[in-house]
């Protein structure tokens, strides 16, 4: 009996962890290949393929009906890790609190604020989890699942293929201390507006070098590589080299995928949202005040403001994390980037090249956010013709 309700256990871990998977991978092809969910439920968005159906070619499901399918799996997820009395080995597999956070994720683009507010509490509530102190992320850090901040991430192996290729991986596109692309010159920089609106008294504001390429929260080796490399003004030093060691060739740093900080902030707008102002102003306050920044303070007391104040905790705290593309989506927000002129001066807004200005001012439903299907998609799913297409601007 024994055996037997050991294996079934173990059954329902892994089928909870496929249940999760497939939402979450859902959920990115959902945001990229169709408009936020709000106002778009009707749309097409991509095909939903099954046990019943995957021998079959499928035509382009609903936005709605994309949505629920997800969150029917998330749903099954949860109930087999509530059952089960398997612990994951680390937290490169998904626990019931990631299963919560993924639908809390879900239900705040559906703007189903009850229900993302129930699972970032039951989140907050369990206990798994605590933010970074000030004082972890006054140097570069973010590289190690095992920091208690984590709830989700990728655990990196130095024989993993993506480490082994050298230049392929997360670390060599967003770290600035290790090889890679950014070395060469391909540098992760703030838009400059957003760094200058980060508080002195912020320590967030030494994950990114200023106007003169300094950091607070780097030491001396840091600052010797700064310069050896003529790493640019705004540059992110947010996450560590692998091992912390400047320079590697190795990038096989842990890669965050859900952290407590998120939850918090998905639940203090979820506050908001449901015209709880006070309790979500003081979830705000509390989190940025014990964690980031003493001296801020949100005294805004009407809804729009807070959330403002919301959104912009959401830009700095999870800036390289967490997909600010799909916040701008699915709160329907213009957005504009500024350039660089031809001189080398820049504007007071940002450091994008002046031969991208005719990309710099995005309306909220501007069709080049989404992606295109593939042609490929086109050419071998009799379900999908060219007519399915998503509209796009001829050149």
């Known amino acids: 009996n024994n055996i037997e309700k ?9 089928l909870a962890q496929a249940y999760a998977i497939r939402a979450f991978s859902y959920f990115y092809l959902a945001q990229m290949y169709q408009h936020t969910y709000v106002g778009h439920e009707d749309m097409p968005c991509v095909p939903l393929v099954t046990e019943a159906n995957m021998d079959e070619q499928n035509p382009r499901a609903s936005v709605k009906e ?25 937290k490169g597999f998904i626990s019931k609190e990631v299963v919560y956070g993924l639908r809390a994720r879900i239900n705040m683009v559906r703007n189903e604020w009850t229900a993302a507010l129930e699972d970032a509490n039951r989140i907050i509530n369990a206990g798994v989890a605590s933010p970074y102190t000030r004082d972890e992320v006054s140097r570069p850090t973010f590289i190690n699942i095992n920091d208690n901040a984590w709830l989700w991430g990728i655990d990196g192996e130095e024989t993993d293929p993506a480490v082994t290729t050298g230049i392929i991986n997360f670390p060599s596109h ?7 692309y950014t070395p060469v010159g391909v540098w992760r920089k703030i838009n400059k507006a957003l760094y200058n609106a980060i508080p002195d008294t912020d320590v967030r504001k030494g994950w990114f070098l200023n106007g003169n390429g300094q950091s607070q929260n780097l ?19 947010k996450f560590a080299p692998y091992n912390y060691e400047l320079e590697t060739a190795t990038n ?9 900080e998120e939850i918090l902030l998905i639940a203090a707008e979820a506050q908001a949202r449901l015209g709880n102002l006070e309790e979500s102003r003081n979830a705000l306050n509390t989190f940025v005040t014990t964690y980031r920044d003493p001296a801020y303070n949100c005294a805004a007391t009407s809804q729009e403001k807070i959330l403002d104040a919301i959104w912009m905790q959401r830009r700095i705290e999870l800036w390289g994390e967490a997909g600010r593309l799909f916040d701008i989506l699915r709160l329907g927000m213009p957005w504009t980037r500024s350039w660089e002129l031809e001189d080398g001066t820049k ?7 002046s031969k991208y200005a005719e990309y710099q001012a995005f309306p909220a439903d501007y069709i080049e956010c989404i992606l295109m299907i593939p042609q490929k998609e086109i050419d071998n799913n009799p379900e999908i013709g060219p007519e399915d297409q998503n509209p796009y601007i001829q050149k």
């Not at 050991?6 to 892994?14: D, I, N, R």
């Not at 099954?76 to 009395?85: G, H, S, V």
């Not at 030491?219 to 030093?237: F, I, L, N, R, S």
């Not at 096989?252 to 407590?260: E, G, Q």
């Open 6 to 14: 050991s294996e079934q256990s173990a059954y329902q871990f892994y």
């Open 66 to 90: 994309t949505y629920d399918f997800m969150l029917s799996d998330l749903d099954k997820a949860a109930n087999l890790l509530e059952q089960t009395f398997v612990e994951r080995p680390h």
């Open 174 to 180: 967003m770290g600035s201390f290790n090889n890679g």
């Open 219 to 237: 030491t001396g080796q840091h600052e010797t590589y700064v310069a050896q490399y003529g790493m640019q003004p705004y540059t992110q030093v």
């Open 252 to 260: 096989a740093s842990d890669i965050p995928l859900m952290r407590i």
């Open 347 to 353: 504007s007071n807004h940002s450091n994008v090249l």
